[in-house]
């Protein structure tokens, strides 16, 4: 029996083992596969992963890119709109209550009589372009008159002298009647009119040096023509917080025909437009 037994018990002992081996063999495979499979979804997530993080980067660097463009542009785009002038071009030589006449700017100055009737002067150049604008302005029946012109440092310290003399003498301290006769008489080299190249223009039926001139033939004619000669308007109205002047339609500044064009078609004035080339 025992004999017998033992060839049966060892071959079922084997079957069953055999079926063991392909089981664990089998579950071996599948454990494989799904490992497999888990690394390989691994990867996938980490290349999807990856490929987002270098997109947002490349993003995010282009949009900083443009952003700095965006920002750049405000600050480049006047510049190079910027009409070019000559800034050492001495016909355009800043002069206000707080800028002075430059140091030795009247020893080169050379000036002639502009207009005979008044005996006005302006410098060399001002009073030829203010010439050929009365001939102009009266051969359309405008008739222009130069009221004040070049007026020497050294004038205007007689003038402030006097002004100041006049509040001394009405009892104000010599602070008070400085800064009474300042609102009238401007600083000595302090005034445009001492470089020569501004010019008090009235019409002999309206002399008066207030607003009203505003509403004359002369003044529209003048608004209309000034800048063919090199004039400009100098202080225009509602300006004064610019230029520290109040409207004044019958004071032009001479800076030149080419200037004058330019600074015309900005719609500044002298100190707004030159104050755009300062860096
Ligand atoms: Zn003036």
New binding site residues.
Partial sequence: MEQQNRPVSTARQRAAAKRKRRQKIMRNRIIFACVCLALLFLVVTLLRGLGTLIGNLTEGGSESQSQSQSQSEPVSEPETSLPAIDLTDWRLTLVNNNVAVPEGYEASLSVKVAESSTGKELAEEAADAYVSMKAAAAADGIDLLLC?GYRSVSYQEGLFANEKQEWLDKGLTEQEAYDKAKTIVAVPGYS??NLGL???IVTPSYQN?DEGFENTDAFKWLDEHCTEYGFIL?YPNGKQDITGIIY?P??YRYVGVENAAIIAESGLCLEEFLGQYQT
């Fill in positions: 004040s445009e009119h501004a010019a008090d040096l100098r004044e019958w004071h």
